[in-house]
């Protein structure tokens, strides 16, 4: 991952694998450690609202809203 320099579209792809891999490992680790079984529909959105978050905070801006 460090060889070859990265354009815009792959770094976003980037955040969005690591967001979904990010969310799926709380989401294990909720239901070792808690008990609590998540849905899908749930480790979807905890993974889409990081994305948001990482993204936000490399732009640095606060005009970008969830909804975009």
Do not use: C, H
């Amino acid at each position: 991952m460090g060889l070859i320099p990265l354009n815009r579209r792959s770094k976003y792809w980037s955040v969005i694998w690591l967001a979904s891999i990010w969310a799926i490992w709380l989401s294990r680790n909720d239901l070792i450690f808690n008990y609590v079984r998540p849905s899908a529909q749930k480790i979807f959105e905890d993974a889409r609202f990081e994305v948001w978050l990482w993204i936000k905070g490399s732009i640095g801006s606060n005009s970008i809203t969830f909804s975009d």
